[in-house]
């Protein structure tokens, strides 16, 4: 058994608020072990948006804002770095994956209620606007935003020719229909 098919054995078991979030990761660290490195860091259309490892690293960055802030902290998804190792390295992303996955096994359900602030630009060159929220809302946030991105993965890796999980990608709400 693998240390990825350990910690994805964990995180479908334990049924916690945390373990969805968990789940989505480890489905998306068994899909980059199968990637090539050249099909990973590539940027197969022009005018679309990102490689595979770009896509992946902007979900770390969200998983990584939602456990990594405090409760007296303001919650942001705007600060990203671009241009790091995880858009090169599919190895670096399971590397942050797994590290990732500890944050959530860790991370405690009775906090889900707390109010946090949440920052966020919605609008093109305006400043950031100041949100009231709850753990628990963000938690499905970046759920959606994860399977969301995963989506956009299984579509760059259908048109490299590489396979493509059934669910990998799909909302818990869509019924599972094989990839053609």
Do not use: C, N
């Amino acid at each position: 058994m693998t240390a990825v098919s350990r910690v994805v054995d964990r995180s479908r078991e334990e049924g916690r608020p945390y373990a969805a979030l968990s789940g989505l990761l480890s489905d998306l660290a068994a899909v980059l072990l199968q990637v090539p490195a050249t099909v990973y860091s590539a940027k197969p259309l022009p005018g679309v948006s990102g490689s595979i490892g770009e896509h992946v690293r902007h979900v770390l960055d969200h998983v990584t804002a939602l456990v990594g802030t405090a409760s007296q902290q303001v919650l942001t998804y705007d600060h990203r770095e671009r241009g790091t190792a995880l858009e090169a390295d599919g190895r670096a992303a399971i590397a942050a994956i797994m590290r990732l996955k500890g944050l959530l096994d860790d991370a405690q359900d009775d906090r889900l209620e707390q109010h946090v602030t949440v920052s966020v630009v919605i609008e093109r060159g305006a400043a950031p606007v100041l949100m009231r929220s709850t753990r628990r809302r963000e938690l499905a946030f970046v759920i959606s935003h994860t399977i969301h991105h995963q989506a956009l993965i299984a579509v760059l890796l259908a048109a490299a020719g590489e396979p493509v999980p059934a669910a990998f990608g799909l909302a818990p709400s869509t019924p599972k229909l094989a990839r053609t």
